[in-house]
């Protein structure tokens, strides 16, 4: 096929087609796979943080908490979180992809099923903080393997996809926990979910290897990926971050979308019983649906990011649109920041796409 021909048909020349790439159903397209199994990490992710969401009744009526003592359990994860992410990235520099997700699949994956061995306040605070700490390494990971399978112009979508199983978790999540709870008690729902992870292990360590030493990924392939090379990483100093625009405002859309993000993921189950009355083998449908909205958004997002303009899809991003279901505050970032760039004010978010 011409080059014209191609422009012509709106596709790329550069990516691998079946007249280029051997025969196969995932010839010259086994980037995806990797996508797949990103997505696969992910939702288990959510399925190990939000499996203690949906118990949050019983095990108050089992262990005795108050919904103060539940909160500390809460932030003591979101520290230990937060902690993780200013030491994994590094790590997953040093060990490379495939060795360093592992190991945050295995460091997390045991910490969840350590939940079914505690029967104090304290040993659910150790459980917490280490889930929250291992479970840190998911998307410095992720992002990092995207970097390395996918051209430039496909990684919004490929992170749109993968990024969708934050939301198929927990969607999962509060339709398995009550039935393996039903059957064998609470426990076995945290050792259930935490093995989850040694079968993603198997397929990962199987499966991954960088695109130039994989024996899946066509030479058409890999030349297509490397067409957008990664740049030569620089270091930066922490308090340098913040002379950029770009800082303060993702801070901003984060600041305005996680509370009421984490308020679904830990809160939304126990309002669904307490307020409305749902048992807790009831609860799905509703859940389901805040989630199932939330995909719709994530991976709508990611398309729109190919057919906007750079700096639009950014304004948008960064001003807290990832997530679908939540209130329109995110919407009138968005809204607020064209209305400005069209009146010649660009203001901070307008600027900050431009800097």
């Not at 397209?29 to 203690?52: A, H, S």
């Not at 934050?166 to 999540?173: C, E, K, L, P, R």
């Not at 290897?209 to 990483?233: F, G, M, N, S």
């Not at 009355?277 to 994530?298: E, H, M, Q, R």
């Amino acid at each position: 096929m011409e080059p014209e021909q191609t422009l012509e048909r709106g596709l790329d020349p550069r990516e691998p087609s079946a007249a280029t790439a051997p025969a196969g159903l995932l010839a010259g397209r086994y980037r995806w796979v990797i996508c797949g199994l990103l997505f696969l990490g992910i939702t288990k992710n959510y399925m190990d943080r939000q499996v203690l969401g949906v118990l949050k009744v019983p095990l108050q009526h089992e262990l005795g908490w108050s919904d103060i003592q539940y909160g500390h359990l809460v932030t003591v994860f979101q520290m230990a979180y937060a902690l993780g992410m200013l030491c994994v990235g590094r790590l997953m520099d040093r060990l490379g992809t495939r060795v360093g997700y592992a190991a945050a699949m295995v460091f997390w994956s045991l910490a969840s099923m350590a939940h079914a061995a505690a029967n104090s306040f304290l040993s659910f605070l150790i459980a917490r903080a280490s889930l929250g700490f291992g479970e840190a390494g998911v998307f410095p990971a992720s992002i990092k393997t995207i970097a390395e399978w996918f051209p430039k112009r496909e990684r919004a979508l490929a992170t749109g996809i993968f990024n969708a199983g934050t939301s198929v978790g927990a969607m999962i999540t509060p339709w398995l926990v009550p039935w393996i709870t039903g059957r064998w008690g609470w426990r076995w729902s945290f050792l259930v979910t935490g093995a989850l992870g040694f079968v993603w292990l198997i397929l990962w360590l199987a499966i991954y290897r960088k695109p130039e030493e994989h024996a899946r990924c066509t030479k058409q392939e890999l030349a297509y990926i490397q067409a957008d090379p990664i740049p030569a990483p620089q270091k930066l100093p922490w308090m340098g971050l913040l002379a950029y625009r770009q800082t303060w405002t993702f801070a901003l859309g984060k600041f305005l979308t996680d509370p009421i993000w984490w308020f679904y993921l830990f809160w939304i189950p126990d309002y669904m019983q307490r307020v409305h009355g749902l048992k807790l083998s009831g609860i799905f449908l509703p859940v389901f649906t805040i989630y199932l909205i939330s995909d719709i958004g994530s991976v709508a997002r990611a398309l729109g990011q190919r057919r906007q303009k750079m700096d639009h899809a950014r304004l948008c991003a960064l001003g807290g649109a990832d997530r679908a279901d939540l209130p329109p505050v995110r919407t009138v970032v968005c809204h607020a920041g064209d209305r400005a760039r069209r009146r010649g004010s660009p203001g901070l978010l307008g600027k900050s796409v431009h800097s």
